[in-house]
């Protein structure tokens, strides 16, 4: 019988481009699980998240659209917010279940829920606990409503309440009171639920995916498994501590790269290994709470020779490691230099089922395929757009790439608000011979600027990147961050020359 290959999806969360030694040849450590998956598959080296932060990343990966175009269009969702994904919105999981898949999701969901509430419901800022809650109700527009079979896992980041586990559209246990109004002081001090402990957590996920695995090994499976790590809290099992010789975060990235060997351990016991597809990544970069100085001194830089952080415009905030394994069909040990996107999942898996996406689907999806089977050819994608933590958009085109803002737009020098009041608006760098984005050459190229500008506003204009009918960013033709749409060529113009 010819069966269908299966599909494990497994997302980093926070993982830096050069935090894998076959990513990085200056790696004080070695990631041999990761490695192995390189060896056997394809590495891709010009990878990106739509997004340099968590929710937005994961939206356009399970829906094949760039994150922008929801309704979120800058920064995250908490523990707690509503829903990001549409009602009417096809996922990659439903693509999937049409082929007859069984559909799976252990680990981070990040992208809302709609939680019961009781007349005293209050959300607290920072992405606090919230009161008014009802934990006993049923969760609406869970993993369950958008295409999975089953869940488990977390609503948000491990950081943000609440910290407690959900299966299906239920919470496991009630919270205790600590649960709720408490956080941080807990983390590797005991339960803030009756069993959930934060330091367990990545090995009790991991558990559950080679529980799955077992259950389903005799029919066709997708396993979406987006891990809360090597995210803060930091928190490496105790055998891994002091064990990358740099520091905890370190620790922390030897321990998901344990979990990847688990993974394919599993995958191997139950004769499963050849053809299934195995896809590691991260949804954006290494987040600064990693402790860059201290990483420095031990000879270690999670961005490898990128500028910038997680939440950057720049390189390091949306360039990540990309790993695509599949032993039957694929041959190991090949490295692609053509840029892809992490929206690029679900036109892929298209492809590879045979399946028609309609024509409102994964507006801003191009399948890999080719890429996968000949990494040397020619490229996929004219160009990859960009966005950072308060919304700014960069394109890629080539070797160029067009930033609209005069910053970082994220964490890092210069942040916004505190840019060079002499400096371009905007910016654009020539990757080939300025990898590190340190020389702004809008000046030298205003008709290139001038193009890379009209195409991005084209594609915010149309809803789409990819042909088709146009579609509608949820309802906004413009916001905040894309203002620029609306000025008129001259001062356009004005924006590419120095002040």
């Known amino acids: 019988m010819n069966r269908k290959p299966n599909v494990i999806y497994i997302l980093a969360d926070d993982m830096g481009y050069g935090d894998i030694s076959a990513f990085n040849e200056n790696c004080p450590f070695q990631t041999p699980h990761l490695d192995a998956l390189c060896e056997n598959g394809v590495k891709f080296t010009d990878a990106h998240a739509s997004s340099a932060v968590c929710t937005p990343s994961r939206y356009s990966i399970l829906t094949g659209r760039?994150?922008?175009?929801?309704?979120?269009?800058?920064?995250?969702?908490?523990?707690?917010?509503?829903?990001?994904?549409?009602?009417?919105?096809?996922?990659?999981?439903?693509?999937?279940?049409?082929?007859?898949?069984?559909?799976?999701?252990?680990?981070?969901?990040?992208?809302?829920?709609?939680?019961?509430?009781?007349?005293?419901?209050?959300?607290?800022?920072?992405?606090d606990a919230c009161t008014g809650v009802d934990y006993a109700a049923p969760i609406q527009r869970s993993p369950v409503s958008n295409g999975f079979d089953y869940?488990?896992?977390?609503?948000?980041?491990?950081?943000?309440p609440p910290y407690l586990y959900i299966e299906n559209d239920r919470f496991t246990e009630l919270p205790d009171h600590e649960t709720v109004n408490t956080g941080k002081k807990f983390w590797r001090k005991g339960p803030t639920g009756p069993s959930f402990r934060h330091e367990h957590v990545l090995d009790e996920l991991t558990e559950k995916v080679t529980e799955q695995i077992e259950t389903w090994k005799d029919e066709p499976f997708f396993i979406y498994f987006p891990m809360p790590a090597p995210h803060t809290p930091i928190l490496p099992r105790e055998d891994f501590i002091g064990k990358s010789g740099t520091n905890e975060y370190g620790d922390f990235v030897l321990h998901c790269d344990d979990v990847v060997?688990?993974?394919?351990?599993?995958?191997?016991?139950?004769?499963?290994?050849?053809?299934?597809?195995?896809?590691?990544?991260?949804?954006?970069?290494?987040?600064?709470?990693?402790?860059?100085?201290?990483?420095?001194?031990?000879?270690?830089?999670p961005s490898y020779v990128f500028r910038g952080t997680k939440a950057d415009i720049y390189e390091g905030g949306h360039r990540i490691p990309l790993i695509v394994q599949w032993p039957k069909e694929l041959k190991g040990g090949k490295t692609c230099r053509r840029i892809v996107c992490l929206s690029d999942f679900m036109a892929t898996m298209a492809e590879i089922l045979g399946?028609?996406?309609?024509?409102?689907?994964?507006?801003?999806?191009v399948s890999n395929l080719p890429l996968w089977e000949n990494p040397e050819g020619a490229e996929v994608r004219k160009d990859?757009?960009?966005?950072?933590?308060?919304?700014?958009?960069?394109?890629?085109?080539?070797?160029?790439?067009?930033?609209?803002?005069?910053?970082?737009?994220?964490?890092?020098?210069?942040?916004?608000?505190?840019?060079?009041?002499?400096?371009?608006?905007?910016?654009?760098?020539?990757?080939?011979?300025?990898?590190?984005?340190?020389?702004?050459?809008?000046?030298?190229?205003?008709?290139?600027?001038?193009?890379?500008?009209?195409?991005?506003?084209?594609?915010?204009?149309?809803?789409r990147s990819t042909p088709g009918t146009p579609q509608s960013n949820n309802g906004q033709r413009i916001w905040e961050t894309v203002a620029w749409m609306d000025e008129d060529e001259e001062t356009a113009e004005k924006l590419y020359k120095e002040e």
């Open 151 to 160: 869940y488990f896992g977390i609503s948000g980041s491990l950081d943000m």
């Open 261 to 301: 060997g688990r993974v394919v351990d599993k995958l191997k016991e139950t004769g499963l290994y050849e053809n299934t597809i195995v896809i590691y990544t991260s949804d954006n970069g290494c987040s600064p709470m990693a402790d860059y100085a201290e990483l420095r001194e031990k000879g270690h830089n």
């Open 355 to 365: 399946a028609e996406l309609p024509d409102n689907c994964a507006e801003d999806s």
């Open 66 to 127: 760039y994150n922008w175009r929801s309704r979120l269009k800058s920064y995250v969702v908490g523990g707690y917010s509503e829903p990001l994904i549409e009602e009417d919105r096809k996922t990659v999981a439903h693509l999937f279940q049409e082929q007859g898949y069984h559909t799976v999701m252990i680990g981070k969901w990040h992208l809302g829920m709609s939680f019961s509430k009781t007349p005293d419901f209050h959300e607290l800022p920072d992405f």
């Open 384 to 463: 990859i757009v960009h966005q950072s933590i308060d919304g700014s958009l960069s394109i890629r085109r080539g070797n160029f790439k067009l930033e609209m803002c005069p910053g970082s737009g994220g964490w890092s020098d210069p942040v916004p608000g505190k840019e060079d009041p002499k400096a371009p608006r905007f910016q654009l760098y020539d990757l080939s011979t300025d990898i590190s984005e340190r020389k702004n050459v809008i000046t030298e190229y205003p008709g290139l600027a001038k193009e890379l500008r009209g195409i991005l506003k084209s594609y915010v204009e149309k809803g």
